[in-house]
């Protein structure tokens, strides 16, 4: 290191200043400005408009286990790019740009913990890794934390947030509906609930297997959840639908799901289910 270099980092100008950057967060829904640490403090959800922003399985888990505290889950090997599939780019590519951009291996990350004393498997679906798809890697995740829960003999939670099955594997992401079914009549022939939270966005082959198959389907505020989108609905069968059909609030009114809950409400409303669902097991 050169005498300039020493200089300069021991003066109090060099340390790194804060920028517009590091400092405030633009809402999606609002487009409002808000200080990142309000935000965050707010758990991620914008204190003027109350939209829920996504997060991934890192935040998911502090925010859920009691004190923050879990044990995370290692998912079994999978095949990377089976099918040596290439669009634009390799396929092998681009999963190395979604583990470089998340710093997780795949879309779905497990962990094991407690939320209002009870035991609990967690499982996250990232968006953030390409839009959270379902391909073979996020299948043996998901079987991997029913499994656990099994052992533990302790509840499973999925939190699902998904555009689909991952295009890149073609048939081999679609066997993956079956696979989560299966394992989800495992558990139930062990006598352990299954819950869902479904939030923003849980579309696809998600929504058409695990996110709609849990004793008690729960959903953040205004999450987008449905099959194909809207557009592609109207055209075939021609005829206009109604305005926010696939929001969460909608899916509450027509029976499809069964409650709406904010995101401060979410431990103790999972703490409460637990309880009711696994009485014996409470801690």
């Known amino acids: 290191m050169s005498w300039l270099?020493?200089?300069?980092?021991?003066?109090?100008?060099?340390?790194?200043?804060?920028?517009a950057d590091n400092l405030w967060h633009k809402c999606r829904e609002c487009q409002q400005m808000v200080f990142v640490k309000e935000w965050e403090d707010n758990l991620n959800v914008c204190p003027r408009c109350d939209h829920h922003d996504r997060i991934g399985a890192k935040e998911r888990f502090a925010q859920l286990f009691d004190g923050g505290l879990h044990e995370p889950i290692a998912a079994p090997a999978a095949p990377e790019d089976p099918l040596k599939f290439r669009d634009t780019k390799k396929y092998a590519d681009r999963i190395k740009a979604a583990r470089a951009q998340t710093g997780d291996r795949d879309a779905y990350q497990n962990a094991f913990g407690r939320i209002g004393g009870h035991p609990a498997v967690v499982g996250v679906q990232d968006f953030a890794f390409m839009g959270g798809s379902m391909g073979v890697a996020v299948g043996?995740?998901?079987?991997?934390?029913?499994?656990?829960?099994?052992?533990?003999?302790?509840?499973?939670?999925a939190i699902t947030a998904a555009g689909g099955a991952r295009m890149q594997e073609g048939t081999l992401s679609l066997m993956q509906m079956p696979r989560a079914t299966v394992a989800l009549a495992r558990l139930r022939r062990a006598g352990l609930p299954y819950?869902?939270?479904?939030?923003?966005?849980?579309?696809?082959?998600?929504?058409?297997?695990y996110a709609m198959l849990g004793d008690v389907q729960i959903s953040e505020p205004k999450a987008l959840i449905g099959f194909a989108g809207q557009r592609v609905i109207e055209n075939t069968i021609r005829e206009k639908l109604p305005e926010g059909f696939q929001r969460a609030e909608y899916l509450l009114e027509h029976g499809m799901i069964d409650m709406v809950v904010h995101r401060k409400e979410l431990p103790a409303t999972l703490g409460r289910l637990i309880g009711y669902l696994a009485p014996e097991k409470a801690a």
Not at 140 to 157: H, L, T
């Open 195 to 209: 819950i869902v939270l479904l939030t923003d966005p849980t579309t696809g082959g998600v929504t058409a297997s």
């Open 5 to 19: 270099d020493r200089v300069r980092n021991a003066l109090p100008f060099a340390a790194k200043r804060d920028t």
């Open 140 to 157: 043996e995740a998901f079987v991997a934390g029913v499994e656990e829960a099994i052992r533990r003999g302790c509840p499973y939670i």
